[in-house]
């Protein structure tokens, strides 16, 4: 997990870079740091949308379905990044990605689809304690960043992302692999002036996972 945060840190200085930004100072200044947090509360919550919209349309094991659970990783270590979470701080990630996590309380396996709409539940309420954690009501009074509930609501999603993997049977050698692959997905789209416009989903459908 720490090569992931690195990588992903090279790939947020070189996004930033392109837009005139430098990651370190941005991460550092209270008022930059503020909106890269909502930019990538955002991101991850599409990307949690496009992955609802995989399950619903073609169930579960696509490997679309996997792509955009490392899709979520990316924007969740970004955050972790903004938030001072580091890899030693994350919940289960001693334990590994294992099969068994996908259980009822009781003991006994749950259904994926169970498991999957809860944690996609979670997930959203998760996201947006994130966004709570901001001063975004700008028709309200008081509030402003409050930093450890912030903290609190990205560990959180390393919770549910772990569970995600567990319903999609991603072992953590599975994860890396699609983020070193997608990682370099990105870097490339970065280089050819990445569009929203016009990017297709062939660069993701290329990966072969």
Not at 14 to 23: E, F, M, Q, R, S
Not at 28 to 50: F, G, Q, T, Y
Not at 65 to 77: K, Q, S, W
Request: proline share 2%; aromatic share 12%.
């Amino acid at each position: 997990m720490e090569e992931i945060f690195e990588l992903q840190w090279q790939l947020g200085a070189h996004i930033l870079k392109n837009i005139g930004l430098d990651y370190g100072e941005t991460l550092s200044d209270p008022e930059k740091s503020i909106v890269w947090i909502e930019n990538h509360r955002k991101a991850l919550s599409a990307e949690l949308a496009e992955l609802i919209r995989e399950v619903y349309a073609h169930g579960f094991g696509t490997s679309n379905g996997r792509v955009e659970i490392v899709d979520m990783l990316h924007f969740l270590v970004s955050l972790s990044h903004l938030v001072h979470v580091v890899p030693a701080d994350i919940p289960f990630q001693q334990r590994g990605l294992e099969e068994s996590e996908v259980s009822a309380g009781a003991g006994h396996e749950i259904a994926p689809e169970d498991a999957f709409q809860a944690c996609a539940l979670r997930a959203f309420l998760t996201l947006d304690a994130l966004q709570n954690s901001l001063k975004w009501k700008w028709w309200a009074k008081g509030g402003g960043f409050k930093p450890e509930k912030a903290r609190e609501a990205v560990l959180a999603l390393w919770s549910c992302f772990y569970e995600f993997c567990a319903i999609f049977r991603m072992d953590f050698a599975t994860v890396k692999k699609i983020y070193l692959e997608k990682n370099r997905v990105n870097f490339i789209r970065q280089d050819q002036n990445y569009n929203e416009d016009t990017k297709t989903e062939a660069d993701n459908e290329a990966l072969g996972v």
